[in-house]
């Protein structure tokens, strides 16, 4: 079985993706210089930034790395202790709330 995902708020930024925006920029403002280093800052930042003008996470290729590349960080900073997990998650969720919103469609593989 194989998770396909589809735009559903036709990519226009809505209230909900600048809302998911402005507490991942909070976040970093908050926690950046203390619990993050200088690179992560920026990765968080342009994953932020792709996210919030992509259109179509299912056709757009740096939206879709620039989630995988959050992921992959958030598990880096929970596996080597600087961040507890509700944090990572919290991130993970903010970062993936400033793209457009995705309806799973279960497809047989």
């Known amino acids: 079985m194989e998770i396909v995902t589809r735009r559903a708020d036709h990519g226009g930024v809505t209230s909900e993706r ?7 920029t909070q976040l970093l ?4 210089p203390s619990k993050l ?6 990765r968080i930042r342009h ?3 792709t996210l919030v003008f992509c259109q179509d996470v299912g056709a757009d290729y ?3 790395e620039a989630l ?3 992921e992959r960080l ?3 900073l929970v596996e080597s202790g600087r961040w507890e997990t509700v944090t990572a998650m919290r991130l993970a969720d903010d970062v993936s709330h400033c ?11």
């Open 47 to 49: 994953a932020a930034d």
């Open 37 to 42: 280093l200088a690179g992560e800052q920026q």
């Open 99 to 109: 793209g457009p919103a995705l309806l799973p469609d279960l497809q047989a593989a």
């Open 18 to 24: 600048a809302q998911a925006y402005r507490r991942v």
């Open 74 to 76: 958030c598990r880096t």
């Open 29 to 32: 403002d908050e926690l950046g």
């Open 68 to 70: 995988k590349d959050i």
């Open 62 to 64: 740096p939206a879709r």
